[in-house]
Nanobody, 125 residues
Framework: QVQLVESGGGLVQPGGSLRLSCAAS????????MGWYHQAPGKGRELVAS???????NYADSVKGRFTISRDNAKNTLYLQMNSLKPEDTAVYYC???????????????????WGQGTQVTVSS
């Protein structure tokens, strides 16, 4: 089984910073792209930032220049450094990974998407 476990969320004042982490564990053969999504109350889940296995990144317009996504392939860990946080950044943040497992190979299946349980980020004074 594969698990994605997020950490680092919390309450921060506007203008503050947080760093989210997402550790992937299990019988993982290869991790392709990884990403962070957020979901605010009453809204759908939206892409915040993504990163390929080679390190190419993509950001939502609303976070460009403020957030930085990175990954440590040796540790199967994804990060999101969030600076200059705004109240509108308040949401549950989810980690996503497209990855291939030993079980997938044995079933002759390809990579699949996995999700973490989410971590709450609240930006408020």
């Amino acid at each position: 089984q594969v698990q994605l476990v997020e950490s680092g969320g919390g309450l921060v004042q506007p203008g503050g910073s947080l760093r989210l982490s997402c550790a992937a564990s299990g019988t993982i053969v290869r991790i392709n792209s990884m990403g962070w999504y957020h979901q605010a109350p009453g809204k759908g889940r939206e892409l915040v930032a993504s990163i390929t296995s080679g390190g190419s990144t993509n950001y939502a317009d609303s976070v460009k220049g403020r957030f930085t996504i990175s990954r440590d392939n040796a540790k199967n860990t994804l990060y999101l450094q969030m600076n200059s946080l705004k109240p509108e950044d308040t949401a549950v943040y989810y980690c996503n990974a497209n990855l291939l497992t030993v079980a997938s190979i044995l079933r002759s299946e390809g990579p699949a998407d996995y999700w973490g349980q989410g971590t709450q980020v609240t930006v408020s004074s």
